[in-house]
């Protein structure tokens, strides 16, 4: 009994990052509830472990050691120890969670697969394991157990609210913005900064930014050489198309920037309405509006602006 108790200390001090004395001041609370409740130990007696050796010592109120009580104490601490120290471990675990993630809320995670339930996927981050749901995964990831992966992590939750504590995304926007962050050393520098983001996880991401540097063109630095930097973005999407545009405090040219890759004839704006009119030639529509009317939703979306599209010879007719 002895040596399972300093044995079950040292492992999960080593594997966990758990405090043996934590642990230990743990167990002799646990133990001290339990001889009270089934055995009647007096409250002038306190318990303390040997945290070399496990001994169990009895000390009065006078510090000193006593002879221990004469019900079967040893029998009760084996009944009861492990259970004790699961508890207690589990709650010691959640809170060491807490204390090491809380500040990495909102960074890039990496971590490994370990196992799946149900849609949802199960990743290993040093000594703690987080949950990726199926919701945040994007449509083309297909993971093996073992799989390196990276996330963003989305909220690391208090002790005792849910099952998995670290909840990780690889759908949020930030998810881009940060893997921007890491790929492109002027972003981090705050040379060229990402104004805004607006994203259809898994198929296309708008990304408006803008240079403190008259010298510096942050669209073409985003990009990269033979658009080395933004293909690196695109691989870790699983060929999410990324589109970086320029920013502009005039709306009328943001909002022309944003329809990217259309051509705009002209833009009318109703600026009480936050609402833009934007006419394009007739060959220029489905480029403008683009599939399912993704490129429309994330130009407004971008620019916080609700904008419609009209072809020339539609808007004339009106």
């Known amino acids: 009994m002895k040596k399972e108790i300093v044995a079950l200390l040292e492992y999960w001090e080593k594997e966990k990052g758990i405090e043996k004395n934590y642990l230990i001041e743990s167990l002799e609370d646990g133990l001290l509830t339990v001889y009270r ?5 007096s ?7 040997d945290p070399e050796t496990g001994d169990i010592k009895f000390i009065n109120k006078d510090g000193e050691e006593v002879p221990p009580p004469t019900f079967p104490w040893e029998r009760i601490a084996a009944q009861t120890a492990r259970h004790i120290i699961i508890q207690k471990l589990r709650e010691a675990e959640k809170n060491t969670i807490y204390d090491e993630f809380k500040n990495l809320e909102g960074q890039l ?5 370990e196992r799946f339930e149900n849609e949802n996927v199960i990743i290993v981050i040093g000594k703690a ?5 199926q919701h945040h995964k994007l449509s083309n990831d297909h993971f093996k157990i073992g799989d390196a992966v990276k996330c963003y992590l989305l909220e690391v939750r208090p002790p005792f609210k849910g099952n998995y504590q670290l909840i990780l995304s690889r759908t949020h926007p930030n998810f881009v913005k940060k893997l921007l962050e890491n790929e492109i050393p002027e972003i981090k520098e705050g040379i060229i900064e990402i104004k805004a983001i607006a994203r259809f996880p898994g198929d296309l991401t708008k990304i408006a930014v803008f240079s403190k540097n008259e010298k510096v063109d942050p669209v073409g630095t985003c990009i990269g050489d033979k658009a080395g930097r933004i293909k690196n973005i695109i691989k870790e999407l699983k060929g999410e198309k990324i589109e970086v545009i320029q920013w502009d405090e005039d709306i009328t040219k943001f909002i022309r920037n944003s329809l990217s890759p259309a051509k705009v004839n002209e833009i009318h704006i109703d600026e009480g309405k936050k609402e833009a009119i934007v006419i394009v030639d007739d060959n220029q529509l489905f480029l403008a509006i683009g599939k399912k009317g993704q490129n429309v939703r994330l130009a407004s979306k971008l620019t916080g602006w609700n904008i419609k599209v009209f072809k020339v010879s539609e808007y004339k007719k009106e």
């Not at 409250?43 to 472990?49: V, Y």
């Not at 995670?109 to 697969?113: P, S």
């Not at 394991?129 to 749901?133: A, H, S, V």
């Open 37 to 41: 409740k089934k055995a009647g130990l």
């Open 109 to 113: 995670i990496n971590g490994r697969v």
């Open 43 to 49: 409250k002038d007696i306190k318990i303390k472990i």
């Open 129 to 133: 394991e987080g949950i990726l749901p």
